[in-house]
């Protein structure tokens, strides 16, 4: 299967364009459409050098509590050498577009379009731009949150070919999701995952969970339910989803309908009121 990686590029509209009307902010979703992805709205990350970034989710009242999700492109002969600032801090890379050298440790991995890198808190990692092309990656960043007798996991590099989706139950291979993780692997409290789903595939239930949502749209297009609202959203589009948020999906037109998932997974829920005094 022909599987394509939407990456921005950024730049600004034309003055005669039309304000896009498909951004979203509730209190219990966001959607941010490719559209809004332009150079204004960039920042620049210490420690990375020729690197611009678009923040789209970071832990905020009112918004996402577990995880910080970034898109990054790195111009030639950019990168950074201690790129994570917090120590318990782990990570997904998922490349979009170029090549980018991953050192971890002591090895060194080439990572393309469809590279994902899991990156374990503690980890001693670094990434280079080596090319003559921007690379550009989605980076999910989570604090690790350590549970009694378990260790914490091992970084690895994989691809999305290596990857196979695995039909859901009943589906007929409509909606299938590659799976990173082992989803029996207690050690890891986030899953980030991609969900396909081919033309005519659907979420046919309102799904309402504990789990935060931050979705990338790898490729192609869908009709997403979020909360109440039915939100058409197409590749370069992000999701915010907050817990318990009812959702549901189909796939429109003739592509495969692709995102990449995060979720906070594997541990008990916190007691206490957020909301102290």
């Not at 994989?158 to 409509?174: F, H, I, L, Q, S």
């Not at 197409?234 to 959702?247: I, K, N, S």
Request: hydrophobic content about 40%; overall charge negative.
């Amino acid at each position: 299967m022909d599987y394509t990686y939407y990456a921005p590029t950024g730049g600004l509209p034309d003055q005669n364009t039309r304000a896009r009307e498909r951004a979203h902010f509730t209190n219990s979703y966001a959607v941010i459409p490719r559209g809004v992805l332009s150079d204004i709205v960039t920042s620049f990350l210490p420690g990375w050098e020729n690197t611009r970034a678009w923040v789209l989710a970071r832990p905020l009242s009112g918004f996402a509590e577990t995880f910080a999700q970034l898109i990054v492109e790195v111009s030639p002969g950019g990168g950074a050498e201690t790129p994570e600032p917090d120590a318990e801090g782990e990570g997904v890379l998922f490349m979009l577009a170029g090549h980018l050298r991953l050192v971890i440790g002591a090895r060194a991995h080439q990572l393309e379009p469809g590279s994902y890198a899991y990156l374990a808190p503690g980890a001693a990692w670094s990434v280079a731009n080596d090319g003559d092309t921007p690379a550009t990656f989605v980076w999910v960043r989570k604090r690790y949150e350590r549970a009694p007798g378990l260790e914490a996991p091992e970084s690895f590099v994989t691809r999305d070919t290596e990857k196979p989706p695995v039909e859901m139950p009943n589906t007929a291979g409509y909606w299938a999701t590659s799976r990173f993780v082992d989803p029996t692997d207690l050690r890891h409290d986030m899953h980030v995952n991609i969900v396909t789903f081919m033309p005519g595939g659907t979420i046919p239930f309102a799904e309402t969970h504990v789990m935060e949502h931050g979705i990338y749209v790898l490729q192609g297009r869908g009709v997403y339910l979020l909360n109440q609202d039915w939100i058409e959203v197409e590749e370069g589009d992000f999701m915010w989803l907050r817990a318990f948020c009812p959702q549901a999906c189909y796939a429109a037109g003739r592509r495969p309908f692709r995102y990449l998932l995060y979720k906070d997974v594997n541990r008990h829920p916190k007691l206490g009121s957020p909301f102290p005094g």
